[in-house]
């Protein structure tokens, strides 16, 4: 399916949540007076809804904070988990609701951030002790357990991207837990991003996709690097590098081209700093690089506009 079909299908399936009619369409895509007032009123609003938003959820911490003290056990846990709970029972319920639709996003946000403090709090308050990093398993697993759910049962890509990272730091936990390799667990976690990331840009989520492309490949070429650093097998990283640019032209995207380029030049330099820098060939090797950093980019211009923005 092309990104021209996918649009088509959004478009479609808005049109049908919304029961918006012909004429009223027709009417939003002549850019009348009319709807330009509305467009720069609605995000007039909405920008002041999320700053006023960020202002109440500020004071509220501060306030908190400031008498956490002389608050109890089930005070704090009702203040933490409860107010969380709360909130994420006032975003699905905004999900079902056209008006309050948009305000479910930054509700999901705030309602993950709560539960996850309030289990927190909740562990801490009746602990008797043991490894901290079981009580991190268990907060992951939690989160992961019912953003997981809400995603399937609402199709929204804030809770695909709220599964991910709980499930992210979960298996992260785990396998530390089990003494595995943190080679290979950076490598096999930036891997299964990038599944993600190639899963969401072919569904109804594709905003998201470049998340996901964007923090899996950092982390799978980063735990590369530093896993192949120094060895006798360093040159496969430029490999791993020119293979990230191939597959932005694969998935025609902008954020895996430039990952791939940022580290395809960070290898470069690395290397003739490495060779060159002290003797007469660093000032020549310097320019070479210079001229070799100029072709890449150039490159990376050219496959942006052949193979991603023309497909686009």
């Not at 991910?164 to 930036?190: N, P």
């Not at 097998?233 to 932005?248: E, K, P």
Request: net charge negative.
């Amino acid at each position: 399916m092309t990104a021209r079909q996918d649009a088509l299908v959004e478009v479609v399936d808005t049109i049908r949540r919304h029961n918006l009619s012909l004429e009223e369409i027709t009417e939003a895509l002549r850019d009348g007076p009319e709807i330009k007032e509305q467009q720069s009123s609605g995000i007039l609003s909405r920008v002041f809804g999320y700053i006023g938003g960020i202002f109440v959820f500020a004071g509220l911490a501060i306030f908190i904070g400031m008498q956490w003290d002389v608050l109890g056990t089930a005070q704090r846990i009702l203040l933490t988990l409860g107010s969380g709970f709360c909130v994420f029972i006032m975003a699905l319920a905004c999900t079902t609701n056209d008006r309050l639709e948009k305000a479910a996003t930054p509700l999901f946000l705030v309602a993950a951030l709560l539960e996850a403090t309030g289990i927190l709090v909740t562990l801490k308050e009746f602990s008797l002790g043991g490894d901290p990093a079981h009580g991190l398993l268990f907060l992951h697993f939690v989160m992961a357990l019912q953003q997981g759910c809400a995603f399937i049962a609402r199709q929204r890509s804030v809770l695909a991207v709220t599964t991910v990272y709980f499930l992210t730091g979960f298996f992260v936990i785990a396998f530390d837990l089990l003494e595995v390799d943190r080679h290979l667990i950076g490598s096999t976690i930036g891997l299964s991003l990038l599944c993600i990331g190639w899963a969401l840009d072919h569904s109804r989520h594709k905003p998201v996709a470049g998340l996901m492309y964007f923090f899996g490949s950092i982390l799978f070429l980063a735990v590369a690097h530093d896993w192949l650093d120094g060895g006798p097998f360093d040159i496969l990283f430029l490999a791993l590098a020119c293979g990230t640019i191939f597959l932005s032209t694969v998935a025609r995207s902008r954020t895996l081209l430039f990952v791939g380029t940022l580290a395809l030049i960070f290898y470069i330099g690395d290397f003739m700093a490495e060779h060159f820098a002290n003797n007469l060939a660093g000032p020549i090797g310097l320019i070479l690089a210079g001229f070799m950093l100029i072709g890449v980019g150039a490159v990376a211009v050219r496959i942006n506009n052949r193979y991603i923005r023309e497909k686009s």
